[in-house]
């Protein structure tokens, strides 16, 4: 506790390093227990494996996990996961270098030199480079968090109700706006799991909202069980789809070796910039790593020396797309851990999780609990000095494992859900509502409607709630509240901002759908 | 097969169900309990209704877009009524696996629960159909029995393994 009250009670300018060597000291001395040590280290390679594995990526693998990780102490539970969003981050790079298949979408810009160097014979080196690349990048966006996360969390310290509203929002909206796709039926899907979290006993009037009188329903829908039922068994649904169930994978044995540490080391300034890139789009709620890694790709190949050949096999390549995805776990914890607010899926079943265990992200968390909030940052920093040892020492061990065909995938993977989600509570409502939002996310899947925005608004939900009420509560002016105060003003002038680009965005594509109806419409005249 | 326009407005229809649960329920439930009205802190509707209307607001707007939209590529020039069956039966075998999970317990519904997927899937040879299903099933036993101390279902025979 004196940790605490040092970390929370000193002025940030003058002791901003104490700070942070507050919360690192004490987060060590919770990391530097076996179990979470152990557990990182399993993380690494659970992520790289999901990574690898075409189909499932990190945030399946934190799904999946979920069960088995809130059952533990709270660092060793979310060095765990912590670790597979790492591992899987980088493990999808393995799959494009060697099957020309990304095994995540983070990984696709990675297909560009990846899968040509290894079509020169270089498959290890480039797996290499996209481990090295990662573990540097993730450690880099690892400062921006450790630097960053506690200065916001002062900040935000001062927010109140009206502000968090807003935020929550925001969250929303810009995860909607900048993650692709259809607008409308990305804050449908927002907006429907915004409606999910309110079912059970509301906090404020203790009356019972949606449970249709079964006890089961008091507390509400269990976040794992939703969320295991969109992701997983949709997921599930749609590999029954293939057709390629039996084949075995053509995959060669790649074997990385220390050299390829100097390899990357040799293009210092497109690592630094990448992770530059891939921090900072990381810490913008939606941006998340598909956009960060095609980005820093574009820009270290504007910036590429005559000599480099970019899309023909260049590691520059491999290490602008690695670096960049990787240090946007980084940045996409800064406002999960400081604000509440996740910046992508993933890091939404991480705020979950932390939910789960018992501590609510924000700047309480860093005045009350400075040993979870040490801990995640250690777990973080390990994870991918963890990433670089177990990635280049065991790929061939991965590379054995994208040779597992899927009709052994498919059940042990459900089988997983059910026990992982019976786990929980060992309840079998959980099992049922499980399916249901399994069939769920089949329908959202099938009509194009994005998963995350759920998860999020599922997560937010509460939080947007509580805020709302409470600031209705405090206010004499009613809604004026949220423009009375300078921070939530600006705030609702962001919210605007984001909804006035919504409007034009889907009037946008409304006019190109039309145009191209009719292009198509009028050549089938022809 | 539907078309993609066909899935949206089944997806539509869906969220307006959801819409009209939570008007249904405020006026009946809800006001019942006395939450249906009230300040801030009594009004349980205020929220979930302020977003079911976002809801049926977006809802117009889709479907609106959907009303432009000409009637886009079939469903089954890409994925096959097959492909479609194959994913339709691993889920009623699951659905059903779920219905007896607590009646017979996990040692006697999971391997066949495999072992049927695995047929669906398209495996045929019975020695490694069964062999293996009761391996995974057996494993992920192991694990979470034995290293994470969760009871799996015992069904009414009480089956377990005394690891």
């Known amino acids: 506790m004196s940790c605490c009250r040092s970390a929370s009670g000193t002025s940030l300018s003058p002791g901003r390093c104490a700070v942070i060597l507050d919360f690192l000291s004490a987060g060590l001395d919770v990391f530097l227990s076996p179990l979470a040590l152990g557990l990182t280290f399993a993380g690494i390679i659970v992520g790289l494996v999901v990574g690898a594995m075409p189909g499932l990526g990190p945030l399946m693998g934190i799904i999946l996990l979920l069960p088995v990780a809130i059952g533990l102490p709270p660092v060793a539970a979310m060095g765990f996961l912590i670790a597979i969003f790492v591992g899987g981050s980088c493990g999808g790079s393995i799959s494009a270098i060697l099957l020309r298949i990304p095994g995540t979408p983070l990984a696709a810009a990675t297909l560009y030199d990846g899968y040509p160097l290894a079509q020169k014979g270089r498959a290890s080196d480039a797996i290499g480079i996209a481990i090295t690349s990662s573990a540097i990048g993730g450690l880099l966006g690892g400062v921006v968090l450790v630097f960053c996360a506690p200065i916001l969390a002062r900040l935000a310290s001062n927010f109140a109700p009206p502000e968090y509203t807003m935020l929550a929002i925001m969250g929303l909206f810009a995860i909607v706006v900048i993650s692709g796709g259809s607008i409308i039926k990305g804050l449908l899907a927002g907006s429907f799991g915004l409606l999910i979290s309110t079912v059970g006993t509301d906090s404020f009037s203790t009356g019972l909202r949606f449970t249709f009188g079964s006890h089961n329903l008091l507390n509400g829908f269990h976040i794992v069980a939703v969320v295991v039922g969109l992701f997983a068994i949709s997921e599930m649904a749609a590999q029954m789809m293939k057709r390629d169930l039996l084949k075995i994978p053509d995959v060669k044995v790649a074997r990385p070796g220390l050299h390829t540490i100097s390899l990357t080391l040799r293009h210092y300034v497109n690592l630094i910039r990448s992770s530059a890139i891939g921090t900072f789009f990381g810490a913008i709620p939606g941006a998340g790593g598909v956009i960060s890694s095609f980005t820093s790709y574009a820009v270290a190949k504007a910036a590429a020396r005559p000599g480099e050949e970019y899309g023909e096999g260049a590691e520059g390549g491999v290490v602008a797309t690695e670096s960049a995805n990787n240090s946007t ?121 994005p998963l995350a925005p759920v998860v999020i608004g599922m997560i937010l939900g509460p939080i947007l709630e509580a805020n709302l009420r409470r600031s209705l509560l405090i206010s004499r002016e009613g809604y004026w509240i949220f423009l009375d105060r300078p921070v939530s003003a600006t705030l609702v002038v962001v919210n605007v901002l984001l909804l006035v680009a919504m409007v034009y965005l889907t009037i946008k594509r409304i006019r190109s759908t039309t145009k191209g109806d009719l292009a198509k419409a009028m050549s089938t005249e022809e | 097969m539907a078309s993609s326009r066909t899935l949206n407005l089944i997806a539509l229809g869906f969220l307006f169900a959801v819409i009209v649960i939570v008007f249904w329920q ?138």
């Open chain 2, 26 to 163: 405020i006026e009946t439930d809800f006001k019942e309990q006395g939450i249906a009205s009230g300040g801030p802190y009594d009004d349980a509707s205020l929220y979930p209704r302020a977003i079911a209307i976002f809801i049926g607001v977006l809802l117009v707007f889709q479907l609106v877009i959907e009303s432009f939209r000409g009637r886009t590529t079939t469903l089954t020039e890409v994925i096959q009524a097959s492909d479609f069956g194959r994913a339709g039966m691993m889920l009623a075998v699951f659905a059903v696996y779920l219905m007896v999970l607590t009646t017979i317990g996990y040692h006697l519904a999971t391997a066949p629960m495999i072992c049927a997927i695995m047929w669906i899937c398209g495996m045929r040879n019975l020695p490694k159909l069964a062999i293996s299903s009761v391996a995974i099933a057996t494993s992920f036993a192991f694990v979470f029995e034995a290293f994470l101390n969760v009871v799996l279902p015992l069904g009414i025979w009480n089956v377990f393994i005394p690891w």
């Open chain 1, 329 to 449: 776990v980084g940045g996409t914890l800064v406002p999960t851990l400081s604000l509440g607010i996740p910046g992508d899926a993933s890091s939404a079943m991480l705020l979950g999780a932390l939910l789960i265990l018992g501590f609510i992200p924000g700047p309480a968390m860093f005045e009350n609990n400075p040993d979870v909030v040490g801990g995640i940052f250690m777990v973080y920093l390990a994870s991918n000095i963890f990433l670089l040892v177990a990635g280049i020492l065991a790929t061939p061990l991965f590379v054995y494992v994208l040779r597992i065909p899927k009709v052994y995938l498919i059940p042990s993977i459900l089988l997983l859900c059910s026990i992982g989600t019976f786990a929980l509570q060992a309840s079998v409502f959980d099992l049922q509502v499980m399916l249901a939002f399994g069939l769920i996310g089949i329908l959202f899947r099938a009509a194009d409607y």
